[in-house]
């Protein structure tokens, strides 16, 4: 039988992901997330009533997404179990994050390790432990998401984390939840996902973000942008600049699956997440340039087809209008973003890169090579 580890209070403190959970701490939750209008709270504050505890399992949970829905579900009185390799610290204690809210978190997070494509088990672990929900935030793959309804035969209800990518192409945007989807997109494993959720006759609710920011973002999403403004270089666009996209909170996200939790409405749908505005590649990289008190950067333009940059990718979006409607999530959920796009870059980089914490190493290699092109014709 899997064992299961309580971690404890005493346990070193770790600094490693460079966030605030002070939005959080202290806040209250509501699965119908009710906003009290007239009570100033902080961004990305919940207020939730009292509900039934229920015994959770989160597949992943110790990375972006995860680090922010664990610590909401916890202080929910949930019993929170997160299903991970063990190849990184279960609690991290986070920028902002009190003492003592650290040390309850992590004394009552639970940890089971194993790997989730070892499916026996899988199989063998979750049925000796039994969970009521499943939030599974990093699936990719159908058949990696059978054993584990399999395993649970009273399971109360499946959360998974699709993606807006399953969308098919099209002219007529922004796309909605039953839009015609891509069974050949590289996110066609969430969309077989999906697929399989509804004929296994599981209580299931999918959501589909578009690209997700925020504090912990471990995709170069806002960072492309913030290393070369931090660095002082122009930012490269491919083709005008006008394509149009859209960047959701992962706070905001994280209050989307706690919403859902337990919520008739939400049973078996489907739900769009996202910010409410949708942006331009060129509003983007200005919006950035705002939150981290830049100056307005040098936007170059570049014509992709002209270039051949290999296997490194040149620009950290799909050189396409790219964006989604959120009004199916507001009007059945009650559910609303919270942070508009320069609030939420502004959380994004004082929290992480204005501490001087970035994932990944700057690499300006494509860069210099439009950049190189650039002056070669205007010489």
Not at 127 to 154: C, Q, T
Request: charged share 25%.
């Amino acid at each position: 039988m899997a064992k299961m580890m309580m971690l404890q209070q005493h346990q070193p403190s770790f600094s490693l992901l460079t966030s605030s959970l002070s939005d959080f701490n202290g806040a209250k939750i509501h699965l119908q997330v009710q906003y009290k209008r007239k009570v100033h709270q902080p961004k990305g504050a919940l207020y939730v009533s009292a509900s039934s505890e229920k015994k959770i399992l989160i597949m992943g949970g110790t990375r972006f997404i995860g680090v922010f829905l664990s610590r909401l579900l916890v202080k929910e009185g949930h019993q929170v179990t997160l299903f991970t390799r063990g190849k990184s610290p279960i609690a991290k204690q986070l920028p902002g994050e009190s003492d003592q809210d650290f040390a309850d978190f992590s004394s009552k997070i639970l940890h089971l390790k194993g790997d989730r494509k070892d499916y026996d088990f899988v199989k063998s672990s979750l049925s000796a432990e039994g969970f009521d929900v499943v939030y599974d935030i990093n699936g990719r793959e159908a058949e990696e998401v059978e054993p584990i309804i399999d395993a649970l035969p009273k399971l109360e209800q499946y959360i998974y984390c699709s993606s807006a990518g399953v969308y098919l192409k099209s002219d007529i945007l922004p796309h909605c939840e039953e839009d015609a989807v891509d069974p050949k997109s590289r996110h066609k494993g969430k969309l077989e996902t999906e697929s399989l959720l509804q004929t296994k006759g599981v209580n299931w609710t999918s959501i589909r973000p578009v690209y997700i920011y925020g504090p912990l973002n471990y995709n170069p999403v806002e960072e492309w942008f913030f290393h070369r403004l931090k660095a002082g270089r122009p930012i490269p666009v491919p083709n005008s600049g006008i394509q149009i996209s859209q960047l959701g909170h992962v706070k905001d996200l994280a209050t989307a699956f706690l919403n859902v939790l337990g919520n008739e409405k939400a049973s078996k749908e489907i739900f769009n997440i996202s910010g409410d505005k949708y942006v331009t590649f060129d509003g983007l990289a200005k919006a950035c340039a705002k939150a981290g008190g830049f100056p307005e950067p040098e936007i170059v333009h570049y014509n992709p087809k002209e270039f051949d940059f290999g296997k490194k990718k040149a620009f950290p979006f799909r050189d396409q209008h790219f964006f989604a409607s959120v009004e199916k999530a507001k009007r059945v959920l009650g559910w609303k973003p919270e942070f508009d796009l320069v609030e939420g870059l502004t959380d994004s980089y004082n929290l992480d890169f204005g501490r001087g914490t970035f994932r990944k190493e700057a690499d300006f290699t494509t860069d210099d090579m439009i950049l190189s092109k650039k002056l070669v014709l205007q010489s």
